[in-house]
């Protein structure tokens, strides 16, 4: 009897584990942003982009640096979401206040530094991103919105966006008005 139950044990475990070949649980991942100033990029963030703020955490003692994240400075980490749903996008913005002082490069384009150079964002309405950045003080970059270039959907368009910090932010969605009447 123990035999069939090992046995008919190890058959369960190796049809489960043969149907998800994947070693990915959840297709969606997380981005950590460090930044200069919380308050600024949270208001940015939430005020913007429309990203709500759900419960952060602190990495503290000797984890952070142990992992290597700091140089021995304790992490307290805000988490935005873009909906409510368990596998929703999560950018998990952080001020770190550490010995060594945290560098805002010039990132006057996306090439002109290495490493992530850009968020993009899928909305249904460009046209309330664009009215909440001038409500918020916030101009888009360079010429955009623009209409998607040929060989892409044509009825999308790009909005670019700096955040406090310089970082770019695409927002992506249905053509403006504005774009319509081009």
Do not use: W
Request: hydrophobic share 40%; glycine share 8%.
């Amino acid at each position: 009897m123990k035999v069939l139950f090992f046995t008919l044990s190890f058959l369960i475990i190796l049809t489960n584990s043969q149907g998800n070949s994947s070693n990915f649980p959840n297709q969606t991942i997380d981005l950590g942003l460090v930044v200069s100033d919380i308050e600024k990029s949270l208001y940015f963030y939430k005020n913007v982009i429309g990203f709500q703020e759900k419960e952060g955490f602190k990495v503290a003692g000797k984890f952070p640096k142990l992992v290597g994240l700091t140089d021995g400075a304790n992490l307290e980490i805000h988490v935005l979401k873009l909906g409510d749903e368990k596998t929703a996008t999560k950018l998990k913005l952080m001020q770190v206040n550490a010995k060594k002082k945290t560098q805002i490069l010039d990132q006057s384009y996306i090439h002109t530094v290495t490493g992530f150079s850009y968020l993009t964002i899928f909305v249904n309405d460009v046209e309330q991103v664009i009215k909440n950045a001038k409500k918020h003080g916030f101009k888009p970059h360079a010429q955009s919105p623009q209409i998607l270039p040929p060989g892409l959907p044509q009825d999308v368009c790009l909005l670019m966006l700096k955040d406090p910090d310089g970082n770019f932010v695409e927002i992506v969605g249905p053509i403006t008005e504005k774009l319509k009447t081009r």
